[in-house]
């Protein structure tokens, strides 16, 4: 996603060093709407175009990857076993993601409280030492670890002043506090929260009525968020901090992922999250004797940019910028591979726990897939998912929201309400499924475009289970 017209000034406390407040003139560049979301309501099929001069070997990956660099078993009983969860959700906040961030909530809300909430007849929770944080895909335009330099870049300056003049955007920087940081409220969906006559995960006050959470006064909608990370001097949630009961942990969670939709449209899911792990003033969320899990929701591919010469490509530097939403899927050299980032997550681990650490990682990801068998699932079961037709980088030609055509990748799935408008539309998330593959059974991919995330979250929170003691 590389619309450029989102506004940078969140109001959402990332606890970043940089301002995220851009004083630049939304408007300075008339060319911007040519940058418009991916998620745009117009079809996707119209004036689909087959024919554009983008590279025709466009779904080449940037690793060399042979059958060894997979894991195919899916035996988890001989890996090491943890009683500490330490849940890390790399959060999409560019401007096709409100929809998403929505359903988001109620899937949050069921992996925290079915990890978290006491079952009468266990005596216990699954885990009593959570640790929750959420973080955007914000890196500004960074590349390499190197802060944005506008003065020396050569990436349309007009274009920069839109959503990604932070030179480091969040960094990896945790959220802290919710958008709304007054009277925040937080919708869940009361019939896709389950429960048991044993284990009542349900928000405080909420019925279980056939195994499904109910509000008995309302809706599901409106509900107060608890006190933040913030409102209690700390950098995310904990379950042993003393602050929150269970449905308020993950309560909190959920209000918390609503991050809001101005972020920088390059979005560097994957390098977020290496930062995040990485930042020494966040160093207490990860622990060494921890499974570490990854969450990433997004509706667009990973542009984790190891150097700059993204920027002098012919894909940005277009000067009607059509082909820019292409452009970090035409220069794969430019970013990191998957391996790499890959090494990033495990070496934050190694650097506190040695060599253990290694196998302490769960990687998932609701992203662009087809909704099908080849593309949902733990790492094992996706070998087939790459090769499918949805899968390719096919450039096509859509029209923008302000009219003309741009060339884009054609979506691996799309969500339609009941009026026929576009409501998801996502991009092949091809390096979340090549890092699922390479953790295997540590592994899951789960499609954006599904309307219910259940399935999602109780599969995350079975995953988790089979690792923990």
Known sequence: DSDSTAD??????????????????SDSNSDSDSNSDSDSNSDSDSNADSDSNADSDSNSDSDSNSDSDYVTDTDVTNLPKYNKVDLLVVMDNSNSMAEEQNILSTSVYSIISYLTTTDEN?????????????????????????PYDQNNSAFPSSL?????????????????????????????????VLCSDTFNSCPDSWNCTDN????????????????????????????????????????????????????????????????????????????SDSLTVILVVSD????????DDLFSSDEVQDNDYININIACGENPDSLYSTAEMLNMFTEAKVAIAGEAGKQSILFAAITGVPPKDECEGTG???????????????V???EQSSGGLAYY??????????????????????RYVDIARRLGPMGYIYSICNSDWTPAAEALTDMIISRLE
């Open 122 to 146: 266990m005596q216990t929770a699954i885990t009593n030492d959570l640790h929750v944080a959420i973080v955007s895909t914000d890196m500004g335009l960074s590349a390499g670890g190197i």
């Open 300 to 307: 667009e591919e990973d542009c984790s940019l190891k150097n």
């Open 396 to 398: 096509i030609q859509r």
């Open 212 to 287: 499904t959470c109910e509000d008995p006064v309302g809706d599901g909608t409106g509900i107060l968020c608890p006190p933040s990370p913030l409102d209690n001097s700390l950098e995310y949630f904990s379950s042993d901090a003393g602050y929150w009961t269970p449905s308020n942990l993950a309560l909190g969670t959920s209000c918390l992922a609503k991050i809001g939709v101005n972020g920088c449209g390059f979005e560097q899911q994957l390098m977020s999250a290496a930062a995040a792990l990485k930042t020494t003033s966040q160093s207490s969320f990860i622990r």
């Open 160 to 192: 920069a002043a839109q959503s990604c003049l932070d030179p480091m955007g969040d960094n990896g920087n945790f959220y802290t506090s919710y958008v709304t940081t007054i009277g925040a409220t937080i919708d869940i969906d009361e019939n896709l």
């Open 380 to 394: 094992v079961a996706l070998s087939q998912c790459l090769s499918q037709p949805e899968m390719q980088k096919t």
């Open 409 to 430: 990748y054609d979506y691996a799935c799309t969500r339609y309400d009941g009026e026929g408008k576009l409501i998801t539309g996502a991009d092949p998330g091809r």
């Open 8 to 25: 940078s000034d969140s109001t959402a406390d990332s606890d970043s060093t940089a301002d995220s407040d851009s004083t630049a003139d």
